[in-house]
């Protein structure tokens, strides 16, 4: 069964540093990956997601995460933080579900704070 | 821009009580989810629903639990008998097509605090 693992449930960075958030995963098989983000109050939102084609996902707002198969990370990362970046971040895996179709797994999520 | 809207954003209850929240999908989805998040801890796969039935269902949703799609826009979970532990943020989801590539599109959320 796949599972994902958050390495961090807070990170805090400097407005204008990088952005490191970590996520590995354990399966057997090459999986598809995505990371979400949830403001405060608001939904999650697809940042983006890794299914099998290019090993470096191009998100939105700047962010990109990178899968590593010989790591089994899909580490999320953003060059410069920026004060509207700080939310949760949840790493998602599927897993199959009895009925044949997929379950999402979510990581614990990662809490991001942007000081500036 | 569509979005997935849920009602009421919060709704206290008495332990013992039944609870229905609401949610309204994007009107061209057709695969709908429920999930949860117990406050502090991660979020948690509820139920999936497809053509009128559910297709994939977790552990947590037990006889208690039950979903419906009573009309053309509005998906609904309703608890029986709230327990203190199903406290939690309850989120909708909606998504177009088949498979897990396509993007799910999350609503808002409904906190439920049963006392």
């Known amino acids: 069964a796949q599972s994902v693992t958050q390495l961090d449930s807070h990170v805090s960075v400097s407005e204008g540093t990088p952005v490191l958030l970590r996520c590995n995963y354990s399966?057997?098989?090459?999986?598809?990956l995505f990371w979400y983000v949830q403001h405060p109050n608001k939904g999650l939102q697809l940042l983006l997601k890794?299914?099998?084609?290019?090993?470096l996902v191009k998100g939105i707002n700047g962010f990109e995460a990178e899968f590593k198969k010989s790591e089994t990370s899909f580490h999320l990362t953003k060059p410069s933080a920026h004060m509207s970046d700080a939310a949760e971040y949840f790493c998602?895996?599927?897993?199959?579900?009895?009925?044949?179709?997929?379950?999402?797994?979510f990581g614990r999520g990662t809490s991001l704070i942007v000081h500036p | 821009e569509p979005e997935v809207t849920q009602t009421p954003s919060h709704q206290v209850t008495q332990m013992g009580q039944e609870v229905i929240l609401r949610c309204v999908p994007i009107?061209?989805?057709?695969?709908f989810y429920w999930y949860r998040q117990i406050l502090g801890q991660k979020v948690e796969f509820l139920v999936s629903?497809?053509?009128?039935?559910?297709?994939?269902k977790s552990e947590i949703f037990d006889d208690q639990f039950s979903v419906e799609r009573p009309d053309g826009s509005n998906f609904t979970l309703k608890i029986r008998s709230t327990k203190l532990e199903d406290s939690a943020m309850y989120f909708c989801?909606?998504?177009?097509?088949?498979?897990?590539?396509?993007?799910?599109?999350f609503g808002p959320g409904t906190r439920l605090t049963v006392l």
């Open positions: 890794y299914t099998s084609a290019a090993t």
């Open positions: 629903f497809y053509n009128n039935e559910i297709s994939e």
């Open positions: 009107s061209n989805h057709l695969y």
């Open positions: 399966s057997s098989y090459s999986p598809s």
């Open positions: 989801a909606s998504k177009k097509g088949q498979g897990f590539t396509g993007e799910q599109f």
């Open positions: 998602v895996a599927p897993q199959g579900g009895a009925g044949g179709s997929y379950i999402p797994t």
